[in-house]
């Protein structure tokens, strides 16, 4: 075999393996992402359940300080795990991603957040997962990262390994 037939012979084998990819495009990237973020939120979801409230203790941003921490925990627990199963399924993808994405800013601004942030370099003390040192600072990136993760899901939908475009077909 020449080096011309291999080259050739070896981009045909490469853009083979991108088509295949481009197929699996509109399918495993979204229904991945829909795992991990079910995962993620159904187990929260589930913690509270079976946990104590203790939103009591929290000072929630205006408008979510207007309910009484019964309600938001309630609500909280309700979007977390119902989300979790509809975005396991694809089942109205967009609604339940908008619907986490509200609840993960409100416990960014809630929970996660520095309590006190005078210039750039004490926000991005906050950018990590655990405040280890209790110094204020906060904890906001696994929560930025699950809102990032959203992105695809409420622009993109849910996939074609769904729900949602079983019922888009069958109504298109």
Same mark, same amino acid.
């Given at each position: 075999?020449?080096?011309?037939?291999?080259?050739?012979?070896?981009l045909?084998?490469?853009?083979?393996?991108?088509?295949?990819?481009?197929?699996?495009?509109?399918?495993?990237?979204?229904?991945?992402?829909?795992?991990?973020l079910?995962?993620?939120?159904?187990?929260?979801?589930?913690?509270?359940?079976?946990?104590?409230?203790?939103?009591?203790?929290? &000072?929630?941003? *205006?408008? =979510?300080?207007?309910?009484?921490?019964? %309600? +938001?925990?309630? #609500?909280? @627990?309700?979007?977390? $795990?119902t989300?979790?199963? &509809?975005?396991? *399924?694809? =089942?109205?993808?967009?609604?339940?991603? %908008? +619907?986490?994405? #509200?609840? @993960?800013?409100?416990? $960014?601004?809630?929970?996660?957040?520095?309590?006190?942030v005078?210039?750039?370099?004490?926000?991005?003390?906050?950018y990590? #997962?655990?405040?280890?040192?209790g110094?204020?600072?906060?904890?906001?990136?696994?929560?930025?990262?699950?809102?990032?993760?959203?992105?695809?899901?409420?622009?993109?939908?849910?996939?074609?390994l769904?729900?949602?475009?079983?019922?888009?077909?069958?109504?298109?």
């Amino acid at each position: 075999m020449t080096t011309t037939n291999l080259i050739s012979s070896g981009l045909n084998l490469y853009k083979a393996g991108i088509n295949q990819l481009n197929n699996l495009a509109e399918s495993v990237p979204q229904l991945f992402l829909r795992l991990l973020l079910a995962w993620e939120f159904g187990e929260s979801g589930f913690e509270k359940l079976h946990g104590t409230n203790w939103f009591a203790d929290l &000072a929630f941003p *205006f408008p =979510f300080n207007l309910l009484p921490p019964d %309600i +938001s925990w309630g #609500i909280s @627990t309700f979007f977390e $795990i119902t989300g979790a199963f &509809a975005l396991a *399924f694809g =089942f109205a993808t967009r609604f339940f991603s %908008i +619907s986490l994405m #509200i609840l @993960t800013i409100v416990a $960014i601004s809630a929970v996660h957040w520095p309590e006190h942030v005078s210039n750039l370099s004490e926000l991005l003390k906050g950018y990590r #997962i655990v405040d280890e040192d209790g110094d204020g600072f906060g904890n906001y990136k696994l929560p930025l990262i699950y809102l990032l993760m959203f992105l695809p899901l409420l622009f993109g939908g849910a996939g074609k390994l769904s729900v949602d475009h079983l019922i888009n077909n069958k109504f298109n």
